[in-house]
T-cell receptor, first 113, second 112 residues
């Protein structure tokens, strides 16, 4: 399987704290994406980082990419109860954007009010 | 703008029956994909397409067929349903080289 691994599998924090989730992958990538899934719902795209980028921001989200370590992290700052969800990283492997997007198993985040 | 529409939302099949899960998008996206999501397994890619007339296999294609006769539609066919195909199925679409996939709301399939 080409699936990457996410760490931790589950994370529980208090509202206002920062949440960090990590994703590792196996071979070279074209891009890496992060998605959120609320319970029982479809996935929502959060951010895409390309293989030649090292860091991207979107609101309270910060994503880093370290291609030498084949890893990425998603930081959610000043978390809110509404951030409670599962978060998935997904990668397009290879040098070109083939559209073949492979997901990791996800991190379940609980933010306690 | 409806986005990605999946039908039906729920379905119960008997072992051996066949059915087609429908997926339609109105955003003129080139890429379309089908995933299944099982507890503890994340999402696994079944089949994907980079444009009308072009399809390819994903990680778990066995037992499923797809076709892409138009840009808008990407149906997933279960040829002979098995209990192992009990899952939640998601369809997704995207522009080539643009940010991220748009997902449908899913079809919950139970095979008894």
């Amino acid at each position: 399987s080409q699936q990457g691994e996410e760490d931790p599998q589950a994370l529980s924090i208090q509202e206002g704290e920062n949440a960090t989730m990590n994703c590792s992958y196996k071979t070279s990538i074209n891009n890496l994406q992060w998605y959120r899934q609320n319970s029982g719902r479809g996935l929502v795209h959060l951010i895409l980082i390309r293989s030649n980028e090292r860091e991207k921001h979107s609101g309270r989200l910060r994503v880093t990419l370290d291609t030498s370590k084949k890893s990425s992290s998603l930081l959610i700052t000043a978390s809110r109860a509404a951030d409670t969800a599962s978060y998935f990283c997904a990668t397009v492997y290879g040098s070109s954007n083939t559209g073949k997007l492979i997901f990791g198993q996800g991190t379940t985040l609980q933010v306690k009010p | 703008n409806a986005g990605v529409t999946q039908t039906p939302k729920f379905q119960v099949l008997k072992t051996g029956q066949s059915m087609t899960l429908q997926c339609a998008q109105d955003m003129n996206h080139e890429y379309m994909s089908w995933y299944r999501q099982d507890p503890g397994m994340g999402l696994r890619l079944i089949h994907y397409s980079v444009g009308a007339g072009i399809t390819d296999q994903g990680e778990v294609p066995n037992g499923y067929n797809v076709s892409r006769s138009t840009t808008e539609d990407f149906p997933l066919r279960l040829l002979s349903a098995a209990p192992s195909q009990t899952s939640v199925y998601f369809c997704a679409s995207s522009y080539i080289g643009r940010d991220g996939y748009t997902f449908g709301s899913g079809t919950r399939l139970t095979v008894v």
